[in-house]
């Protein structure tokens, strides 16, 4: 059982916009940053978000984050076909914390 | 460009002890701003954070694995390493080493060591 709750799938068609939501409480994400990862198969996962809402350098503007109350979203505008992938959020409570992931299947 | 790579085996026998080594390639390991991280991810299951260190030896461990878990750095070679003792199957898992910013955001990850469990 993780600390934040994720649905655990997703899907879209090309084009869409689609939500991802990352639910946790008023001791991680409440007063915290939220983050997002995204893990294509077989690969490493790689920094999205960070700071509710920052992009590491090199990742599309298309991906966007948000932070209300207890939960933080990821939205990817524009769902391309290589956007299909694990999408993991995370926090920090004194120490990191994952949320189970979200596989993203693009229709 | 920031490289992190593991070394290990890759087959543990039960109660045996795992080591991983992570070789850092690109970037100082002394920046105070930086934690250098171990994280693990069952088949199939999501991430679980193991722990991480500093550069100046200051450590922090996941509570489920602290009584079996020592991490350790050596700037001089640019490593750093993770000792899990005990294993048993449920500690079967792909490692991953990763570099955690000030925020402890994972900016850079390692491509991961993946470790069976089995006599």
């Known amino acids: 059982q993780s600390v934040l709750t994720q649905p655990p799938s997703a899907s879209g068609t090309p084009g869409q916009n689609i939500t991802i939501s990352c639910s946790g409480s008023?001791?991680?994400?409440?007063?915290?940053?939220a983050y997002w990862y995204q893990q294509l198969p077989g690969t490493a996962p790689k920094l999205l978000i960070y700071?509710?809402?920052q992009r590491p350098s090199g990742v599309p503007d298309r991906f966007s984050g948000s932070k209300s109350g207890n939960t933080a979203s990821l939205t990817i505008s524009g769902l391309q076909a290589e956007d299909e992938a694990d999408y993991y959020c995370?926090?920090?409570?004194?120490?990191?914390?994952f949320g189970g992931g979200t596989k993203l299947t693009v229709l | 460009q920031v490289r992190l790579q593991e070394s290990g085996p890759g087959l543990v026998k039960p109660s045996q002890t795992l080591t991983l080594t992570c070789t850092v390639s690109?970037?100082?390991?002394?920046?105070?701003?930086?934690?250098w991280s171990w994280i693990r991810q069952h088949p199939e299951k999501g991430l679980e954070w193991i722990g991480y260190?500093?550069?100046?030896?200051?450590?922090s461990y996941s509570p489920s694995l602290k009584s079996r878990l020592f991490i350790s750095v050596d700037t001089s070679t640019k490593q750093f390493s993770l000792r899990l003792t005990s294993m048993t199957g449920a500690d079967a898992a792909v490692y991953f080493c990763?570099?955690?910013?000030?925020?402890?955001?994972?900016?850079?990850w390692g491509q991961g060591s993946l470790v069976a469990v089995t006599s």
């Open positions: 008023n001791s991680n994400i409440g007063p915290n940053y």
């Open positions: 260190i500093h550069h100046s030896g200051r450590v």
């Open positions: 995370s926090s920090y409570v004194g120490s990191p914390v």
């Open positions: 700071r509710n809402n």
């Open positions: 690109g970037d100082s390991m002394t920046r105070d701003d930086t934690y």
């Open positions: 990763a570099r955690a910013g000030s925020d402890r955001q994972f900016d850079f």
